[in-house]
């Protein structure tokens, strides 16, 4: 007689699905310029401190889609005890965009690599709805993704479970055979919780190491 019992699928020892945070690791993280530029955007000077309270505290809904780019800064200038003009609104959303919009070349090329050479290629970043359309006008390699998760359009940000679930679904293969790549300590915690595999993101070179031969 046969076993009825379906076979657990196997799992390689390099997994063949690469899932990518964007920021800190495709992308670069917000630079000096581009901080000052957005405190400047906001009359944050001479303490930035509570600016920078109020943009990262407010960011998770912005991030998730449940907020528009001006609702967003309509919050933060409320946090702040001030009032953001339309013309100053828009400002701001330029600089954030622009804050954030500086990549690794030699990161992009790894993706391209990895694709060329077989290995799915996915995308799970915490991004606003504003800069993902940039990133979209900007950057044909986001079509080496099989799948991209952009926080803004599914609803959920890292670290939250639901992130990783919807990525899953997506991509239709066993969390084991996923590999998933952040900078963030915590984000790369909750997709072991998920069953993947993960590396916290440091260098290129590190990560090569980790893909194996590509």
Known sequence: MTDPTPETPEIPEVPG??????FGVIARTQSP????RLVGAAGAEPDPDPFWEAYWS?????????LTGPGY????AGALGTRFDAERTAALIEADVASWSAVDEEMVGLVGELAASGRTVALLSNIPEELAAYYERHHPWLAHFRVRALS?????????PAAYAWCLRELGVPAGGVLFVDDREENVRAARTAGMRGHVFTSAARLREALGPV
């Open 58 to 66: 407010l960011r998770p809904p912005y991030d998730s889609g449940r």
């Open 73 to 76: 800064w309509e919050l933060v």
């Open 17 to 22: 699905t690469v899932l990518f945070d964007m």
């Open 152 to 160: 803004c359009r599914i609803g959920h940000a890292k670290p939250d």
């Open 33 to 36: 310029a581009g901080r000052a």
